[in-house]
């Protein structure tokens, strides 16, 4: 298969704990996206790179996340010091990027912070 | 400031029947539009796009949307739904060619037997 995928797919932890999500691209995508979903809502952008580099940051990304693209390829998000309030969906999503193209969705990480 | 609204949280249809899932959004110029689907367990799909042109579009799984300007909606249809159309649809727009996508809360889709 050579869609995006995500590890892990169901994450369970306690409240101030620490997580890392990982996320693979497709392999010629130079875009990744990080979304959060919520019960009910639509996900919601956090950030995004091109490449390595990190372009844009939304305000609901806190201090306590972070994300990074170290070589372009892989990308990890870490939320520290979880709260409940962080239990969510986490996607992530790739794109050739260009003149709008599609971008393709992995099946997410489940979040679920006791 | 862009937004979509999907005003039905829930539809629930017939197998067979006809479906139209609703869309409004919010932007200041043209909007590139998108309807996704989510299946229980599974990452969102594309079905189809709008950028520009022809303002009925074809997706897939036999899905058409139209795109009305003068409503600003963006509307899925399909003429006759199957089992396996039960999911969560999601109308998105994404300004200018940047990428980020801004999407609806979703209408979750039931089907009857």
């Not at chain 1, 590890?7 to 997580?19: A, E, S």
């Not at chain 1, 372009?55 to 870490?78: I, M, Q, V």
Request: proline letters at 5%.
């Amino acid at each position: 298969d050579t869609g995006v995928s995500q590890d892990p797919r169901h994450k369970i932890t306690k409240r101030g704990q620490n997580v890392t999500f990982r996320c693979d691209p497709i392999s010629e995508h130079n875009r990744l996206y990080w979304y959060r979903q919520t019960l009910g809502q639509g996900p919601e952008f956090l950030t995004y790179f091109q490449n390595e580099a990190q372009l844009e940051k939304s305000r609901l990304l806190s201090d306590r996340f972070s994300a990074e693209r170290p070589k372009g390829s892989f990308s990890t998000l870490e939320i520290q010091r979880t709260e409940q309030g962080d239990s969510a969906m986490y996607l992530c999503a790739s794109t050739s990027g260009g003149y709008y193209n599609e971008q393709f969705f992995g099946p997410g990480t489940r979040l679920t912070v006791l | 400031a862009q937004s979509v609204t999907q005003p039905d949280i829930h539809i629930t249809v017939s197998e067979g029947a006809s479906l139209e899932l609703r869309c409004n959004y919010s932007y200041g110029a043209t909007p590139y539009l998108f309807w996704y689907v989510q299946s229980p367990g599974q990452g969102l799909q594309l079905l189809l796009k709008y950028f520009s042109g022809d303002t009925l579009v074809q997706g897939i799984k036999g899905f058409e949307a139209e795109f009305k300007r003068s409503q600003s909606s963006f509307n899925l249809r399909k003429p006759s739904v199957h089992w396996s159309d039960a999911a969560e649809y999601f109308c998105a727009v994404g300004p200018n060619r940047d990428d980020k996508i801004i999407f609806g809360k979703g209408t979750r889709l039931h089907i009857l037997p």
